[in-house]
């Protein structure tokens, strides 16, 4: 991190900033990928979308070079699947539908290569997510943007502006990999971010036109009571909502729509102990207050200068940190459904800690963007 910010910052942000880039770069396999979480068995696989947060985080406090060969490593894990994608592409054009696990997975081993069925559950784990894709299109847009380079990959931008074209009508599983029979308001904001950025990298218009087209149809669809909602039939409000225009900037952050939604994020999903819910009605671990979550909200505060609601998610995030300076996925602490928290111990053990994910939103809300 530019040392002139990390001066800026109280001692224990400091501290927890250092932290948190340590840990994203021992998370970083040779390959390039990120690991999801590293003492977490069922996130042994790097997430196109955790990946890509934390390529921003990594860029944001200087370390571009992890950023970089995060970028590479997708593009080389996607160039394995260009076979996969190309048949998938004439299938859709051609009006078919392929069924949701012959499509291109949100997830991959960190050596670049499909997950195997069964390697960490034995039943089907959600893994047709398309917003992943758009995102990595989106975050590698702003890291050549940033750096001023021009050396990515543009055979693999476009084949993922050709499959996001092709599928982002189709439905897909959520970013929380749980709801697979509708359209999602946040994965549509992410695939059209990603098509305006690939339009732009490639310098192809008709990317900017899907890219707003999507758009069109997400602000057309996806609006209840004056504030977006989570799916095209689902009308409660979730966090993730908040990429709408952080980051992705398909609306700006005092567009109406968006601050209302904002305004529900907090009176609907603020927690007890003050961090943030996913929706109302998880069940995950107990669906608990997310790290990551509560970050995101005060990387808007600090953005939209309410200094009070920045400075409390900073406090609360800081609390969560163990001993080791870790950040876990969520607390259980102010569960929403305390008799879900066992069974999933029992599944897959403790919550995952540390989670990168969760590092690089702190490292996001702190400082990003700030001079
Ligand atoms: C979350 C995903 C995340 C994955 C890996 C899941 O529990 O719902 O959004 O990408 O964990 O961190």
Redesign the pocket.
């Known amino acids: 991190m530019p040392s002139s910010r990390l001066f800026q910052l109280s001692a224990k942000d400091r501290e927890l900033a250092l932290r948190s880039i340590k840990i994203i770069l021992d998370g970083q396999s040779p390959s390039g990928a990120y690991v ?2 590293p003492n977490f068995p069922s ?1 042994q696989y790097s ?1 196109l ?2 990946g890509a947060y934390c390529a921003r985080a990594m860029d944001s406090v200087g370390n571009t070079d992890s950023a970089s060969k995060f970028h590479r490593w997708v593009e080389g894990a996607l160039l394995k699947q260009k076979s996969s994608a190309e048949s998938l592409i004439v299938s859709l054009n051609n009006g078919e539908v392929p069924e949701m696990d012959e499509m291109l997975p949100t997830r991959y081993t960190l050596d670049g290569a499909l997950e195997k069925f069964g390697e960490v559950e034995d039943f089907p784990w959600p893994n047709y997510q398309l917003d992943g894709y758009g995102i990595w299109l989106y975050e590698l847009g702003s890291h050549h943007r940033n750096l001023g380079t021009t050396d990515f990959n543009s055979d693999v931008v476009d084949l993922v502006a050709r499959y996001l074209s092709a599928t982002w009508e189709t439905k897909c599983f959520d ?3 749980e709801i697979g029979d509708g359209h999602h308001a946040s994965t549509l904001a992410a695939i059209s971010a990603g098509l305006k950025s690939a339009g732009t990298l490639l310098g192809e218009v008709k990317y900017i036109r899907k890219s707003e087209e999507v758009r069109d149809f997400l602000l057309a669809n996806f609006v209840r009571d004056g504030r977006f909602c989570k799916g095209l039939l689902d009308d409660r409000v979730d966090s993730s909502l908040l990429c709408i225009a952080l980051p992705f900037e398909i609306v700006p952050l005092d567009n109406p729509i968006f601050t209302r939604t904002v305004a529900a994020i907090r009176s609907d999903l603020l927690g007890d102990t003050g961090g943030i819910y996913r929706y109302l009605g998880d069940t ?1 671990y107990g669906g608990g207050e997310w790290i990551l979550l509560t970050s995101w909200l005060g990387w808007h505060d600090r953005l939209t200068n309410n200094q009070y609601g920045f400075e409390n998610a900073k406090e609360w995030v800081v609390n969560q940190a163990t001993e080791t300076l870790d950040l876990p ?1 969520q607390s259980t602490k102010g569960v929403q459904e305390s008799t879900m928290i066992q069974p999933w111990v029992e599944r897959w053990g403790s919550v ?1 800690s540390p ?1 990168l ?1 969760s590092h690089a939103m702190y490292l996001l809300m702190i400082q990003e963007g700030a001079n």
């Open positions: 999801a979480s996130y997430w979308r955790d970013c929380w990999e995950y996925e995952a989670l994910w």
